[in-house]
Nanobody, 119 residues
Framework: QVQLVESGGGLVQAGGSLRLSCVVS????????MDWYRQAPEKQRDLVAH???????NYADSVKGRFTISRDNAKNTVYLQMNSLKPEDTAVYYC?????????????WGQGTQVTVSS
């Protein structure tokens, strides 16, 4: 059984920083892409950052230059370093992974971690 456990959310003032982590555990042959999404109240869930198995990244325009996604393959962990936070970054942040189990690719989601940025 595959589990994603996120941590690192919290309350921070505008201009501050937070680092989110998402640890993947379970029977997985390989973790392919890893993503961070966010969902603000009454809004859709949007992609924030994406990283491939080789380390290539891309970001939503709203976070470029402020957020950095990275991964530690040995620890099956993906990170999101968030700097210069703004009140509009307030949302529940979710990690998502594309994982290979035997010959099938599955998508898994974490439970979400709340990030609140005060002005």
């Amino acid at each position: 059984q595959v589990q994603l456990v996120e941590s690192g959310g919290g309350l921070v003032q505008a201009g501050g920083s937070l680092r989110l982590s998402c640890v993947v555990s379970g029977s997985i042959a390989a973790i392919l892409a890893m993503d961070w999404y966010r969902q603000a109240p009454e809004k859709q869930r949007d992609l924030v950052a994406h990283i491939t198995s080789s380390g290539a990244t891309n970001y939503a325009d709203s976070v470029k230059g402020r957020f950095t996604i990275s991964r530690d393959n040995a620890k099956n962990t993906v990170y999101l370093q968030m700097n210069s936070l703004k009140p509009e970054d307030t949302a529940v942040y979710y990690c998502k992974v594309l994982a290979l189990e035997r010959t099938t690719i599955f998508t898994y989601w974490g439970q979400g971690t709340q990030v609140t940025v005060s002005s």
